[in-house]
T-cell receptor
Framework: KAGVTQTPRYLIKTRGQQVTLSCSPI?????VSWYQQTPGQGLQFLFE???????NKGNFPGRFSGRQFSNSRSEMNVSTLELGDSALYLC??????????????FGDGTRLSIL | KQEVTQIPAALSVPEGENLVLNCSFT??????LQWFRQDPGKGLTSLLL?????REQTSGRLNASLDKSSGRSTLYIAASQPGDSATYLC????????????FGQGTELSVKP
C-alpha cells in the first residue's frame, strides 16, 4: 500500500512569489492535515481537511490556504512568500479525525527555500 | 494553553542499553498520544498510538506508557541499536481540536556502536 506522497520534494522560490504544494493521502484515508516544521518553532499545525471541508485551522496568516478534492488529495498554497516561510512542509493522512483514534501517517515533506 | 514538552532534548547512549524518553502535556483531556521517529531529511514515521483509555502499547522493542492524570508518557526502547538513532517526537490530540496534533520539540537520540 502506497504511503503519503508529497510533491515536489524540493522547491526554491523568491520573496513575493506564491507556491502550491500537493499531497496524495494513503488510499482510503479521508483526513489530511498540514504541518510546518522549522528548527526554531518545531512542528506547527496549519490546517486539517476531512471530506473536502476544513475542520481546523492553526495560527497562521491568511497567506496560507488549502483545499481538499473529492479524491481526498490536498493542496496547500502560500502567497506573497516571505523569508520566514522557508521550512519543511509535511502532510499527514488518517482514516478519521479527532476522536476516531486513528494514527496519522506522514509523507516525506516538501522542503521550501525562499531566497 | 495546551503544550507538549519533551525531555531531554538530546541523548547519547552505547549500543545495547535500555533507555526511556519522556513526554509531558498540560491538559489531561486528550483523545490520544502518538510517538513518531524522524530521520534526517525525512518525514515522520508513526511508532505507537495510545488511546486515552489505555495505559500502554507495545511494538517489538518499543513500549509506550500513558498516565493521563499526571500528564505524562514515556517511550521505552529496549536493547538499543545504532539504527535507532533518530529524533523521537511525541504528539498529543486534545479534545475539541479535531485531528490537530500538538508536538513536543523532540529528543535527538544517538546510539553509539
Amino acid at each position: 500500500k502506497a504511503g503519503v506522497t508529497q510533491t515536489p520534494r524540493y522547491l526554491i522560490k523568491t520573496r513575493g512569489q506564491q507556491v502550491t504544494l500537493s499531497c496524495s493521502p494513503i488510499s482510503g484515508h479521508r483526513s489530511v492535515s498540514w504541518y510546518q516544521q522549522t528548527p526554531g518553532q518545531g512542528l506547527q499545525f496549519l490546517f486539517e481537511y476531512f471530506s473536502e471541508t476544513q475542520r481546523n485551522k492553526g495560527n497562521f496568516p491568511g497567506r496560507f490556504s488549502g483545499r481538499q478534492f473529492s479524491n481526498s488529495r490536498s493542496e496547500m498554497n502560500v502567497s506573497t512568500l516571505e523569508l520566514g516561510d522557508s521550512a519543511l512542509y509535511l502532510c499527514a493522512s488518517s482514516l478519521g479525525t479527532g476522536g476516531s483514534n486513528q494514527p496519522q501517517h506522514f509523507g516525506d515533506g516538501t522542503r521550501l527555500s525562499i531566497l | 494553553k495546551q503544550e507538549v514538552t519533551q525531555i531531554p532534548a538530546a541523548l547519547s547512549v552505547p549500543e545495547g542499553e535500555n533507555l526511556v524518553l519522556n513526554c509531558s502535556f498540560t491538559d489531561s483531556a486528550i483523545y490520544n498520544l502518538q510517538w513518531f521517529r524522524q530521520d534526517p531529511g525525512k518525514g515522520l514515521t508513526s511508532l505507537l498510538l495510545i488511546q486515552s483509555s489505555q495505559r500502554e502499547q507495545t511494538s517489538g522493542r518499543l513500549n509506550a506508557s500513558l498516565d493521563k492524570s499526571s500528564g505524562r508518557s514515556t517511550l521505552y526502547i529496549a536493547a538499543s541499536q545504532p539504527g535507532d538513532s533518530a529524533t523521537y517526537l511525541c504528539a498529543v490530540s486534545f479534545y475539541n481540536q479535531g485531528g490537530k496534533l500538538i508536538f513536543g520539540q523532540g529528543t535527538e537520540l544517538s546510539v553509539k556502536p
